[in-house]
């Protein structure tokens, strides 16, 4: 292979495998003291420089020098911070009194976290981003592990709750005072090595001050200094490939500097010197027409004038929202974001240069025999199965996508390719395919008769061994296994926050909770830009180590370095790890950016990048707004991560109603596949087999989606016979012999294989199988189009038989006809076989998900029953993580099972233990619009339109649904704010004495067929309702609450009419028309937790005191709009 062809091979850019890939997977690593030279510690200084080039320490200051901020202090500072051998980090000794007041506080968390169970219970968080204890010793798989977590911003004089990150909580009055001591002397320290930082930047940064740059300023007026106490158990390890990926970068400079004597020319006439891979991007001068100079990768898109179309000017980025028109087709000029905030953390384009460490898999947690609750994990999450390597049976599709799969003169523009029939059915262990017998028999066989004669020789058990990759009878990923271990406690990344405050670790044993010293091969590791890696060693064990974050190296200009930092874990038996660690954050509303002319240098690159620019003007508010979104789902623990793949196809195969009632969960399995596959057929005969066991028929349904073997068989098709020879060398009396190994697979299924079937183009047979879905016929036609073909060997791909078996499911022969040749249904079948070939090359492919919640997993291959039993339950058990319940109408609990409990809408309220502000804590001017014309207006003509897309709206519906479901019979409900459609459920608003519609356009709500009553009034004209007091059970306010102008007098008035004991509900998302909106809201349409705090504001002074029982709760669908309720209860 030469170079060039070996470059096109990776998968990646090389600049991006520090952020999302780790190279190859290899074998457990163990790092101890003496290996530390090969990650380019100490004398051997590794592949990044020479052995006599001993990388420089930390930098170290005294205290009382930091206190006087001399000159040399602060070009202690510079060498710290700036510059390729900066680590980004500063050690300050010798603080008087800090000694006994950090092992005070460490010796206090150390107790809470082992000894204190009943503290812990006291001190629970709502969830791990939000302060308090969360998290069990010794069985933890989560990424934070288990920490005490508390805002030292709130704690320090002059402090105050900051609603965002949540109210602290402690387990007593003691624990909270030894904490407050230490946190408070940490947080004047470091605001000295901040300011200081200001000084060096003073000289650095031309207009720094002048132009009101001041990081002194944001660490002051930040709101939150997230002090975090970990706990990291002693089997707790991650895995993480960094450092190879540095050799590898190196390799590859290396063999192009071997082979390529020229020095130049990049990409053809890009007049570039520059020695480039196909692998790393071409930094060209912006896009076409830009008009900027600035150098970006092609990988990267250009942050410019909104989103194509948009019709703007203005500079934006894609994490940056364009506030224009709503959905195409809604006929509104309503206005959304364009982005649906960020998806996950540690990705690109999330905004998070934390957490590269989400990428690195967690290894193991607990430690076998140290006598905790040990809760071992697979070291790698299930991403999919039926590709190379994973031992499982499937059958390969044409590898390269053709354009149609249709017939001559069926109506489509087809372009066919040169037919590719299927070369193998699954994988050998090394990725490569195999034919059904294994590679070491194949390779021995010859031609004809002596071939033959080879396989009969083979014994029948042995045969089947062999096969057992072919046929899926061996167990796989989802079955258990003893996990690998990883290298670090935490892996290499830079924090994404402003700065980092932390300390030297302590350790102590589980068992006991009695101090221990640090185990060789463990500590904090450091890394500059050039790759020198220093362990952390300091003249002084209780120092203060300020480390800079991404914030403030993009801030800054990429003046002041970010620290590259990991821990290494050398899994010492029985002894747990602890440090605190302090993040800081700047006003939640800041933007990332940096001083003018200093954006190219912001941001990292290179093989140790850790941050790309998609964290570049994004506010501190987004950022920590992903971090929690991840870290608070279910998916931040590996057992319950799901793949890429996953998420591709579940946004690509929406989840649809189910039409069986009942409270247990719903699947829905999509099948991907060739209705003439055999693998696909006992795979799925398996799965209705193990789904009988289980008695889940009522529960689960399958749909059936196209993935052509060969798209291209000729009309006539082809003999079985024929094709097994030229593809495979199976003589005809082998392959219709009872020893045929497929051939006993399927009888093990129930099912009788026909040997005299063809080969057949089965694209007409997957336009009925599609049409049979809006009956929901899919499954029998399925069923009955595989008996016909495989028992029966008939030819599904004659119209005849197809009719026919259309009349045996129940479907009429005509319409079935008709839809056979339908152009529309043939475009539909056509378009999502594009879709699935660009994403998967193997049949079958099973995408498991239980309705409500999305969640599931993705296989693919031959299972077996018991394994398809296994695969249900890991579904069910993700679906658990769905569900809350709230406090309902009149003292009834109210369980509303599309509800998320994990999201961080949902914790909101918790989150503040119930402190809320004792004033009305916002201005007049919060209330002001950009449009202040009468709201009439706007409403004069009538819009029968939808605000947000089905999947949400039916979201809603459901969450009216089980609130009604507590309702009184004849309850009365009030829809303020409403239109044409309540969305309340019709199977319960019939039960409803008074449905009473209110709202802007008397032609909207005549329109409204639910409404026993219309009002038209104009609230921000006048607040008072016309109705008396105690009228209604119920009040629903659904995506209009952001356009109230004095919402303390609307909310009043509705607690006035509503009942005792009678319940509002609040409905809104990140749509809205956006001049219409009130300043408190538009500022950030997309943050749906800012808004469910904005809301219980509404309630906890609409008016003072008046409701009770608030909750907040994220309804959202995985797929579509987002959903949000607060709901409170008039107390009876």
Request: proline share 5%; glycine share 8%.
């Amino acid at each position: 292979m030469t170079m060039i062809s070996m470059l096109r091979c990776r998968s990646q850019p090389l600049a991006l495998l520090s952020r999302v890939g780790f190279g190859a997977k290899a074998g457990p690593r163990m790092l101890s003291a003496k290996s530390l030279g090969g990650l380019g510690v100490g004398a051997d200084a590794g592949r990044g420089q020479s052995a006599s080039e001993k990388p420089q320490p930390v930098v170290e200051i005294p205290y009382k020098d930091l206190a006087e901020m001399t000159p040399e202090v602060v070009q202690l500072l510079r060498k710290a911070f700036v510059g390729p051998k900066a680590y980004g980090a500063v050690a300050i000794t010798n603080i008087p009194g800090y000694a006994q007041l950090r092992r005070k506080a460490f010796r206090a968390g150390i107790d809470l976290a082992l000894l204190d169970s009943d503290g812990r219970q006291r001190a629970a968080a709502v969830n791990n981003t939000y302060p308090g204890w969360s998290g069990t010793p010794g069985s933890e798989t989560h990424p934070l592990q288990s920490s005490m977590l508390f805002n030292v911003k709130e704690v320090i004089p002059n402090g105050k709750v900051d609603p965002f990150f949540g109210k602290n909580i402690f387990p007593s009055e003691e624990y909270k005072n030894t904490w407050v001591s230490f946190s408070t002397h940490m947080h004047n320290i470091a605001m000295e090595v901040v300011r200081g930082c200001d000084r060096v930047l003073e000289e650095d940064v031309a207009d720094w001050a002048s132009h009101g740059r001041s990081l002194g300023r944001l660490a002051d007026e930040g709101p939150a200094l997230a002090g975090r106490f970990i706990c990291y158990d002693s089997g707790f390890t991650r895995e993480d490939r960094l450092m190879d990926d540095r050799d590898k970068a190196e390799d590859v400079v290396e063999q192009l500097s071997e082979i390529a004597p020229v020095k130049s020319a990049g990409h053809a006439a890009d007049g570039l010197a520059s020695m480039r891979t196909h692998s790393t991007p071409v930094k060209s001068a912006g896009h076409a027409g830009d008009g900027l100079a600035s150098m970006r990768t092609h990988s990267t898109p250009v942050k410019s004038a909104g989103h194509a179309g948009d019709g703007l000017a203005s500079m934006r980025t894609h994490s940056t929202p364009v506030k224009s028109a709503g959905h195409a087709g809604d006929g509104l000029a309503s206005m959304r974001t364009h982005s649906t905030p960020v998806k996950s953390a540690g990705h690109a384009g999330d905004g998070l240069a934390s957490m590269r460490t989400h990428s690195t898999p967690v290894k193991s947690a607990g430690h076998a025999g140290d006598g905790l609750a040990s809760m071992r994990t697979h070291s790698t999450p299930v991403k999919s199965a039926g590709h190379a390597g994973d031992g499982l049976a499937s059958m390969r599709t044409h590898s390269t996508p053709v354009k149609s799969a249709g017939h001559a003169g069926d109506g489509l523009a087809s372009m066919r390719t040169h037919s590719t029939p299927v070369k193998s059915a699954g994988h050998s262990a090394d990725g490569r395919a195999m034919s059904p017998l294994s590679n070491q028999y194949r390779n021995t066989l010859g031609s004809g008769a002596s071939r033959q004669t080879q396989v009969a020789q083979i014994s029948t058990s042995s045969l089947i061994t062999d096969q057992e990759d072919y046929l899926g009878l061996v167990a796989d990923e989802s079955l258990e296994a003893e996990p690998e271990a990883g290298d670090y406690w935490l892996p290499w990344h830079i924090d994404s926050n402003f700065v980092t405050v932390l300390h030297k670790e302590m350790y102590a044993r589980e068992s006991n909770a009695s101090l221990v010293p640090e185990p060789e091969g463990s500590g904090l590791l450091m890394m500059n830009k050039v790759g020198d890696v220093v362990k952390f060693e300091c003249s002084d064990e209780d120092a203060m180590v300020l480390q800079m974050g991404a914030f403030g190296q993009i801030y800054s200009g990429g003046q002041l370095t970010a620290c590259r930092h990991a821990v290494l874990s050398p899994r010492p038996p029985g002894t747990a790890r602890f440090n605190f660690c302090n993040f800081w954050y700047v006003p939640w509303e800041t933007v990332c950016d940096t001083p003018r002319g200093y954006e190219r240098q912001a941001i990292n690159t290179g093989w140790n990048a850790m941050m790309d620019d998609s964290y570049l003007n994004i506010t501190m508010r987004q950022s920590f707004w992903a971090f929690r979104k991840f870290m608070t789902s279910p998916e931040a623990r590996v057992q319950f991560a799901d793949s890429v793949q996953f998420k591709e196809l579940s946004e690509m195969l929406p989840l649809f109603q189910s039409k069986a009632g009942g409270s247990q969960p719903q699947i829905q399995v999509d099948l991907i596949t060739d209705v003439r596959c055999p693998f696909s057929l006992i795979s799925q005969s398996n799965l209705e087999a193990a789904v009988a066991n289980l008695s889940m028929n009522a529960q689960v349904e399958l749909r059936f989606h196209p993935l052509f073997l060969n798209p291209n068989v000729a009309k006539e098709g082809e003999s079985l016979d024929d094709y097994l020879w030229r593809e495979y060398g199976y003589t005809k009396e082998f392959a219709h012999s009872e020893d045929y190994p497929l051939r006993k697979a399927a009888v093990q299924a129930g099912i009788n294989l026909n040997p005299h079937r063809r080969v057949v183009n089965t694209f007409d047979a997957f336009c009925l199988v599609e049409a049979a879905q809006a009956m929901q016929l899919q499954q029998r036609l399925v069923q009955v189009l595989s008996r016909r073909y495989f028992e029966e060997a008939e030819d599904i791909s004659d119209e005849q038989v197809l009719v026919a078996a259309a009349v045996e499911c129940g479907m009429c022969g005509k319409e079935a006809l008709e839809k056979i040749k339908s152009l529309e249904v043939r475009a539909r079948v056509q378009g999502r076989y594009d879709q699935l070939s660009a994403r998967l090359g193997e049949v079958p492919h099973f995408l498991l998900r239980e309705r409500i919640s999305g969640n599931g997993l993705e296989v693919g291959g031959m299972r077996s029953v018991q394994e398809w039993e296994d695969l249900l339950q890991r579904v069910l058990e993700k679906s658990r993580f769905v569900g809350m319940s709230i406090p309902g109408m009149h003292g009834k609990e109210v369980f509303l099972p599309e509800a998320n409990p994990h999201a961080p809408v949902s914790l909101a309220y918790n989150a503040q233990h119930g402190w809320s502000p004792t004033t009305w804590p916002y201005q007049d001017d919060d209330f002001s619009r950009m449009d202040e014309t009468p709201d009439g207006n706007m409403y004069a003509e009538a819009r029968l339109v939808e605000h947000l897309d089905e999947s949400s709206l039916e979201r809603l519906t459901g969450a009216y649904r089980s609130i009604m479901k507590a309702a009184p019979d004849g309850f009365s409900v009030l829809d303020l704010c409403g239109s044409w459609n309540s969305h309340f459920p019709e199977e319960l608003i019939g039960h409803a004495s008074r449905v009473v519609v209110h709202g802007l356009n008397v032609k909207e709500l005549e329109a409204n067929l639910q409404a026993t009553e219309q009002h038209v009034q104009d609230l921000n004209e006048c607040s008072q309702l016309p109705w008396n007091a105690d009228s209604f059970d119920l009040i629903t306010l659904a995506l209009s609450v952001q356009y109230l102008t004095d919402p303390r007098k609307v909310f009043s008035e509705m607690h006035r009419v509503l009942k005792p004991g009678g319940m509002a509900v609040v409905a809104y998302s990140h749509r809205c028309f956006l001049e219409k909106s009130v300043r408190v809201w538009a500022d950030a349409t997309d943050d749906g937790e800012g808004h469910a705090h904005l809301i219980c504001r509404y309630f906890q002074h609409g008016p003072q005191g008046g409701w009770e029982k608030l909750s907040t709760v994220d309804v959202s669908p995985q797929h579509g709009d987002p959903l949000w309720l607060v709901l409170a209860v008039k107390p009876r």
